[in-house]
Protein backbone atom coordinates (compact mmCIF):
# COMPACT_ATOMS: atom_id res chain seq x y z
CA UNK A 1 0.00 0.00 0.00
CA UNK A 2 1.38 3.30 -0.86
CA UNK A 3 0.62 6.14 2.07
CA UNK A 4 1.69 9.78 2.28
CA UNK A 5 2.20 9.04 5.63
CA UNK A 6 4.68 7.41 6.89
CA UNK A 7 4.39 7.89 11.03
CA UNK A 8 1.08 7.51 13.28
CA UNK A 9 1.93 9.13 17.06
CA UNK A 10 -0.95 8.34 19.13
CA UNK A 11 -1.28 9.16 22.43
CA UNK A 12 -1.76 6.13 25.40
CA UNK A 13 -4.48 7.06 27.99
CA UNK A 14 -7.80 7.82 26.62
CA UNK A 15 -6.83 7.47 22.94
CA UNK A 16 -5.55 3.78 23.12
CA UNK A 17 -6.60 2.56 26.16
CA UNK A 18 -9.61 2.94 28.20
CA UNK A 19 -9.99 3.40 31.30
CA UNK A 20 -9.00 0.43 32.17
CA UNK A 21 -5.78 0.81 30.76
CA UNK A 22 -7.23 -2.08 28.04
CA UNK A 23 -7.03 -1.59 24.20
CA UNK A 24 -9.53 -2.51 22.61
CA UNK A 25 -9.77 -5.80 20.38
CA UNK A 26 -10.91 -3.56 17.28
CA UNK A 27 -7.77 -1.25 18.17
CA UNK A 28 -5.34 -4.20 18.55
CA UNK A 29 -6.12 -5.19 15.04
CA UNK A 30 -5.53 -1.75 13.89
CA UNK A 31 -2.06 -1.57 15.12
CA UNK A 32 -1.45 -4.89 13.66
CA UNK A 33 -2.61 -3.58 10.14
CA UNK A 34 -1.09 0.13 10.54
CA UNK A 35 2.63 -2.31 11.23
CA UNK A 36 1.60 -4.54 7.93
CA UNK A 37 1.23 -1.01 5.92
CA UNK A 38 5.06 -0.54 6.51
CA UNK A 39 3.80 2.82 8.20
CA UNK A 40 5.80 3.38 11.51
CA UNK A 41 4.24 3.38 14.86
CA UNK A 42 5.16 5.82 18.30
CA UNK A 43 3.29 6.39 20.85
CA UNK A 44 3.90 10.03 22.97
CA UNK A 45 2.45 10.17 26.70
CA UNK A 46 2.55 12.07 29.72
CA UNK A 47 3.48 9.02 31.30
CA UNK A 48 7.02 8.06 32.70
CA UNK A 49 9.04 5.39 30.32
CA UNK A 50 8.92 2.79 32.60
CA UNK A 51 5.60 3.21 33.24
CA UNK A 52 4.61 2.92 29.38
CA UNK A 53 6.24 -0.51 29.00
CA UNK A 54 3.08 -2.48 29.53
CA UNK A 55 1.29 -0.58 26.70
CA UNK A 56 4.54 -0.77 24.42
CA UNK A 57 4.92 -4.65 25.28
CA UNK A 58 1.19 -5.00 23.68
CA UNK A 59 2.22 -3.44 20.41
CA UNK A 60 3.20 -4.78 17.18
CA UNK A 61 6.40 -2.61 16.90
CA UNK A 62 7.42 -2.05 20.28
CA UNK A 63 11.27 -1.48 19.45
CA UNK A 64 10.86 1.52 18.04
CA UNK A 65 11.48 5.20 19.51
CA UNK A 66 8.95 7.03 21.59
CA UNK A 67 7.62 9.96 23.18
CA UNK A 68 7.57 10.34 26.93
CA UNK A 69 6.97 12.55 30.13
CA UNK A 70 5.16 15.13 28.40
CA UNK A 71 7.87 15.09 25.33
CA UNK A 72 10.62 15.41 27.76
CA UNK A 73 12.44 12.22 26.38
CA UNK A 74 12.46 10.42 22.87
CA UNK A 75 13.88 7.00 23.04
CA UNK A 76 13.72 3.39 22.71
CA UNK A 77 11.85 1.06 24.24
CA UNK A 78 14.16 -0.66 26.26
CA UNK A 79 15.15 2.84 27.59
CA UNK A 80 19.05 2.25 26.05
CA UNK A 81 18.86 4.79 23.66
CA UNK A 82 17.45 8.15 23.85
CA UNK A 83 17.59 10.56 20.73
CA UNK A 84 16.08 13.83 22.65
CA UNK A 85 16.53 14.63 26.28
CA UNK A 86 15.38 18.05 28.35
CA UNK A 87 16.04 16.95 32.35
CA UNK A 88 14.86 19.64 34.75
CA UNK A 89 17.72 22.08 35.08
CA UNK A 90 18.92 21.04 38.80
CA UNK A 91 18.22 24.98 40.10
CA UNK A 92 14.97 24.92 39.19
CA UNK A 93 14.17 21.24 40.33
CA UNK A 94 15.66 22.14 43.92
CA UNK A 95 12.84 25.21 43.18
CA UNK A 96 10.44 22.78 42.99
CA UNK A 97 11.13 20.76 45.72
CA UNK A 98 10.76 23.40 47.76
CA UNK A 99 7.16 24.94 46.28
CA UNK A 100 6.52 21.53 47.35
CA UNK A 101 7.64 21.35 50.65
CA UNK A 102 6.29 24.55 51.67
CA UNK A 103 2.68 23.95 50.14
CA UNK A 104 2.86 20.10 51.88
CA UNK A 105 2.44 19.03 48.19
CA UNK A 106 3.34 15.27 47.45
CA UNK A 107 6.20 15.34 44.95
CA UNK A 108 7.30 12.46 42.82
CA UNK A 109 10.41 12.83 40.79
CA UNK A 110 11.61 10.50 37.19
CA UNK A 111 14.82 9.69 35.59
CA UNK A 112 14.26 7.95 32.62
CA UNK A 113 13.99 4.66 34.25
CA UNK A 114 13.51 5.55 37.81
CA UNK A 115 10.68 6.86 40.18
CA UNK A 116 11.11 8.30 43.43
CA UNK A 117 9.53 9.72 46.50
CA UNK A 118 10.68 11.22 49.43
CA UNK A 119 7.77 9.48 51.56
CA UNK A 120 4.94 7.13 51.63
CA UNK A 121 2.49 9.13 50.64
CA UNK A 122 -1.42 8.06 50.31
CA UNK A 123 -1.97 10.41 47.22
CA UNK A 124 1.24 9.59 46.03
CA UNK A 125 0.45 5.91 46.53
CA UNK A 126 -3.21 6.20 44.50
CA UNK A 127 -0.52 7.45 41.48
CA UNK A 128 1.85 4.86 41.58
CA UNK A 129 -1.12 2.24 41.47
CA UNK A 130 -2.29 3.79 38.40
CA UNK A 131 1.47 3.71 36.94
CA UNK A 132 1.62 0.15 38.28
CA UNK A 133 5.52 1.48 39.35
CA UNK A 134 7.35 0.32 42.44
CA UNK A 135 9.39 4.24 44.40
CA UNK A 136 12.08 4.09 45.88
CA UNK A 137 12.04 6.24 48.79
CA UNK A 138 15.39 8.78 49.54
CA UNK A 139 16.02 11.99 50.08
CA UNK A 140 15.67 14.61 47.06
CA UNK A 141 18.65 16.47 47.99
CA UNK A 142 21.03 13.57 47.48
CA UNK A 143 19.25 12.55 44.18
CA UNK A 144 19.17 15.38 42.65
CA UNK A 145 23.14 15.23 42.92
CA UNK A 146 23.27 11.96 41.04
CA UNK A 147 20.24 11.88 39.00
CA UNK A 148 19.13 13.27 35.51
CA UNK A 149 15.68 14.32 36.63
CA UNK A 150 13.54 14.53 33.56
CA UNK A 151 10.42 15.31 35.06
CA UNK A 152 8.33 15.85 38.53
CA UNK A 153 4.67 15.06 39.44
CA UNK A 154 3.09 16.83 42.00
CA UNK A 155 0.11 15.22 43.15
CA UNK A 156 -3.02 17.22 44.39
CA UNK A 157 -6.39 16.39 46.09
CA UNK A 158 -9.20 17.14 43.35
CA UNK A 159 -11.21 19.20 46.12
CA UNK A 160 -8.04 21.28 46.02
CA UNK A 161 -7.61 22.01 42.15
CA UNK A 162 -8.74 25.52 42.29
CA UNK A 163 -7.25 26.18 45.34
CA UNK A 164 -3.77 25.41 43.91
CA UNK A 165 -4.06 26.10 40.54
CA UNK A 166 -3.75 29.83 40.49
CA UNK A 167 -0.40 29.17 42.81
CA UNK A 168 1.13 26.46 40.40
CA UNK A 169 0.19 29.27 37.70
CA UNK A 170 2.22 31.98 39.16
CA UNK A 171 5.08 30.16 40.03
CA UNK A 172 5.96 28.68 36.88
CA UNK A 173 5.26 31.93 35.03
CA UNK A 174 8.65 33.16 37.06
CA UNK A 175 10.32 29.99 37.47
CA UNK A 176 11.09 28.80 33.69
CA UNK A 177 8.96 25.43 34.15
CA UNK A 178 5.85 24.44 33.18
CA UNK A 179 3.21 22.49 34.57
CA UNK A 180 0.73 20.17 32.97
CA UNK A 181 -2.47 18.44 34.99
CA UNK A 182 -4.00 15.91 33.96
CA UNK A 183 -6.37 13.21 35.96
CA UNK A 184 -7.75 9.66 35.08
CA UNK A 185 -11.25 8.11 35.19
CA UNK A 186 -9.70 5.39 37.45
CA UNK A 187 -8.81 7.57 40.48
CA UNK A 188 -11.10 11.24 40.13
CA UNK A 189 -9.94 11.66 43.55
CA UNK A 190 -6.83 13.11 42.13
CA UNK A 191 -4.75 15.37 39.95
CA UNK A 192 -1.72 14.80 38.68
CA UNK A 193 0.29 17.84 37.87
CA UNK A 194 3.72 17.20 35.61
CA UNK A 195 6.58 19.69 36.06
CA UNK A 196 8.84 19.92 33.10
CA UNK A 197 11.21 22.54 31.42
CA UNK A 198 8.85 25.69 29.50
CA UNK A 199 10.08 24.83 26.85
CA UNK A 200 9.33 20.77 26.78
CA UNK A 201 6.48 19.92 24.80
CA UNK A 202 5.01 16.74 22.67
CA UNK A 203 5.55 18.81 19.62
CA UNK A 204 9.18 19.64 19.82
CA UNK A 205 9.73 15.77 20.32
CA UNK A 206 7.51 14.77 17.81
CA UNK A 207 10.33 17.30 15.89
CA UNK A 208 13.21 15.10 16.99
CA UNK A 209 11.77 12.46 15.90
CA UNK A 210 10.64 13.23 12.90
CA UNK A 211 14.64 14.70 12.50
CA UNK A 212 15.87 11.22 13.57
CA UNK A 213 13.66 9.00 11.37
CA UNK A 214 14.86 11.56 8.80
CA UNK A 215 10.82 12.53 7.38
CA UNK A 216 9.11 15.31 7.48
CA UNK A 217 5.77 16.44 9.87
CA UNK A 218 3.74 16.72 6.94
CA UNK A 219 4.11 12.73 6.26
CA UNK A 220 2.71 12.64 10.42
CA UNK A 221 -0.33 11.60 11.88
CA UNK A 222 -1.34 12.57 15.13
CA UNK A 223 -4.20 11.60 17.29
CA UNK A 224 -4.39 12.67 21.11
CA UNK A 225 -7.41 13.27 23.66
CA UNK A 226 -5.55 15.72 26.29
CA UNK A 227 -4.96 19.25 26.51
CA UNK A 228 -0.53 18.08 26.54
CA UNK A 229 -1.59 17.14 22.46
CA UNK A 230 -2.23 20.15 21.42
CA UNK A 231 1.67 21.02 20.43
CA UNK A 232 1.83 17.15 19.04
CA UNK A 233 -1.27 17.88 16.80
CA UNK A 234 -0.10 21.50 15.86
CA UNK A 235 3.05 19.71 14.39
CA UNK A 236 1.85 17.17 12.89
CA UNK A 237 0.97 16.44 9.05
CA UNK A 238 -2.67 15.57 10.59
CA UNK A 239 -3.85 16.29 13.35
CA UNK A 240 -6.75 14.20 14.79
CA UNK A 241 -8.20 14.68 18.26
CA UNK A 242 -10.99 12.15 20.13
CA UNK A 243 -14.43 13.91 20.61
CA UNK A 244 -14.13 13.82 24.34
CA UNK A 245 -11.16 16.59 24.42
CA UNK A 246 -10.74 20.12 25.72
CA UNK A 247 -11.76 22.86 23.13
CA UNK A 248 -8.23 23.87 23.07
CA UNK A 249 -7.89 20.18 21.41
CA UNK A 250 -10.59 20.07 19.00
CA UNK A 251 -9.55 23.26 17.80
CA UNK A 252 -5.97 22.39 16.80
CA UNK A 253 -7.50 19.04 15.27
CA UNK A 254 -8.07 18.38 11.25
CA UNK A 255 -10.26 15.79 12.40
CA UNK A 256 -12.52 14.76 15.29
CA UNK A 257 -12.93 11.59 15.82
CA UNK A 258 -15.20 9.22 18.36
CA UNK A 259 -13.75 8.75 21.98
CA UNK A 260 -11.96 5.52 23.04
CA UNK A 261 -15.15 3.07 23.94
CA UNK A 262 -16.30 3.40 20.54
CA UNK A 263 -12.79 2.45 18.82
CA UNK A 264 -12.22 6.51 17.58
CA UNK A 265 -8.36 5.81 16.79
CA UNK A 266 -9.33 2.67 14.29
CA UNK A 267 -12.15 4.69 12.76
CA UNK A 268 -9.42 7.62 12.31
CA UNK A 269 -6.95 5.40 10.60
CA UNK A 270 -9.67 3.46 8.04
CA UNK A 271 -10.46 7.14 7.39
CA UNK A 272 -7.20 8.73 6.44
CA UNK A 273 -4.48 5.57 6.65
CA UNK A 274 -6.32 2.85 4.69
CA UNK A 275 -8.89 5.16 3.18
CA UNK A 276 -11.56 2.95 3.28
CA UNK A 277 -14.00 5.61 4.53
Not at 159 to 165: A, D, K, L, P
Request: charged share 20%; glycine share 6%; hydrophobic share 45%.
Amino acid sequence: MTNKYKLVVSDIDGTLTNVRGEISSTDMATLHRIEQSGVRLAVSTGRAAKGSMPILQMLPAASGFHIFFDGALVCNTALNESIYSRPIEKSLLSGAIELAHTHGLALELFSPDGYFVEADDPLAAAHRDLMRLDWTVCDFTTLCESESIIMGCLVVPTVEESTFRPILSAYAAKAGIRFSWSSHAARPEIRMVNIVMKDVSKGAALRALCKHLRISESETIAIGDGSNDVSLLEAAGLAIAMQNGPPELLAAADYITADVDHSGFTQAMEKFLFNLK
